[in-house]
């Protein structure tokens, strides 16, 4: 059963990555010719385009016994087990530590757009920092299963 289900778009990463995919692509185009610089620019365009793709959204969910997470189509993934959850607070991430999957001084930060979070830590001491667009849902949602006591 899912106790808790939201997906937020990458709408932070999609918008700093497409600036750069219209630069190589213009640079790409406007090179003369022979044009020497067209491996390099295709192996980095695919590189945002993949980038792109596996960060362009943040799925959380909580089952029974589980916090999930996973960016984009599901290639990056973790979860950790309820039971494992010490304690959840409400958080709000620093504009330094970026989008994506960093190593805060708070545990890892993932997140894809904004600096809205919940903060967790964990009954073996570590901690970790899920972003979302909505961090009093996701924060009440894992309260009311761990208050409940399963």
């Not at 289900?5 to 185009?29: C, N, W």
């Amino acid at each position: 059963m899912i106790f808790y289900e939201h997906r937020q778009p990458g709408t932070a990463i999609i918008l700093s990555i497409l600036p750069a995919i219209a630069v190589i692509i213009i640079l790409g185009l406007t090179q003369p010719t022979p044009k020497p610089v067209n491996f390099m620019l295709i192996a980095v365009l695919a590189i945002l385009i993949v980038c792109t793709i596996l960060f362009a959204s943040l799925t959380i969910r909580i089952t029974e016994t589980e916090l999930r997470w996973h960016f984009g189509p599901g290639l990056i993934h973790k979860k950790v087990a309820l039971a494992d959850i010490q304690q959840t607070e409400i958080a709000a991430t620093k504009f330094i530590y970026g989008w994506g999957i960093h190593l805060t001084p708070q545990g890892w930060l993932y997140n894809v757009s904004g600096f809205k979070a919940v903060a967790f830590k964990l009954k073996n001491g570590k901690q970790f920092i899920l972003g979302t667009d909505e961090p009093e849902k996701l924060h009440t949602a894992i309260q009311n299963i761990l208050n409940s006591g399963k």
